[in-house]
């Protein structure tokens, strides 16, 4: 599995301020780009590149974990295509904007923030159908019987689709499972913290670095 580590800086300067040779190990950064003002995106693309120049790199401007909406879906549009460009993957919350035209190197995404929806499998569906090779999925589980679910959704998807990357993942406590046995259940990467945790749930990258090497 891969361990992504997300960074979130809220300005130009928690940018310059990352240490970042503490995600040296992460095999791909996530910038999660909405804790930024839009109109410094541009600037703040290069500095991230810069700092790290030699990882991997996510753009995601996450919406669906707001109470009130942050960006018009026009401007959603604008800014996935103006930065799938510069960096190796695009996050896209196809299922809210789905008149999106996807960049070739899309991940799909679909978070629900209360539960693990019965519907999973639709919308494992609707994201494949999408025409995304990287699908990622994230619930918020309220029971035991839920974590299982997800996992063994996952697993009938990654065998029926071999050819694409399943991501899933419960969040919260009783997810924390998921997140340290991704592998054994067909889900591809894993997200884990350097500081500040970008959901509930995720271990830290030392701790996932040990466990990786457990089960290996
Ligand atoms: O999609 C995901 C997964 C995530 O929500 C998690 O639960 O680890 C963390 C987010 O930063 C990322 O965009």
Redesign the pocket.
């Known amino acids: 599995m891969k361990i992504v580590v997300?960074i979130m800086p809220k300005n130009l300067s928690e940018i310059a301020k990352l240490d970042t040779a503490q995600y040296a190990n992460a095999d791909l950064v996530?910038w999660?780009a909405d804790f930024m003002p839009i109109p410094d995106l541009k600037q703040a693309a290069q500095d991230i590149k810069a700092q790290f120049p030699n990882q991997e790199i996510i753009f995601?401007y996450?919406t669906e974990d707001k109470a009130e909406p942050i960006i018009s879906a026009e401007d959603y549009t604008r800014v996935i295509h103006q930065f799938s460009a510069e960096f190796t993957y695009v996050?896209v919350e196809i299922l809210k904007y789905p008149g999106l035209v996807l960049p070739e190197n899309t991940v799909v995404?679909y978070?629900d923030f209360t539960q693990i929806p019965q519907n999973l499998p639709e919308i494992l569906s609707k994201m494949i159908a999408s025409g995304a090779k990287i699908i990622?999925f994230?619930g918020m589980p309220q029971q035991q019987s839920d974590v299982l679910r997800l996992m063994t959704e996952t697993l009938r998807f990654a065998e029926k689709h071999s050819d694409l990357t399943l991501v899933t993942?419960a969040?919260g406590e009783l997810g924390k499972i998921t997140r340290v046995a991704s592998d054994s259940f067909g889900s591809s990467w894993t997200?884990a913290s350097v500081g500040t945790t970008?959901?509930p749930g995720?271990l830290s990258l030392s701790e996932m670095l040990t466990i990786r090497e457990i089960f290996q």
Do not use: G, L, N, V
């Open positions: 997300p996530e999660r995601t996450r996050d995404s978070h990622k994230a993942m969040m997200f970008s959901a995720q």
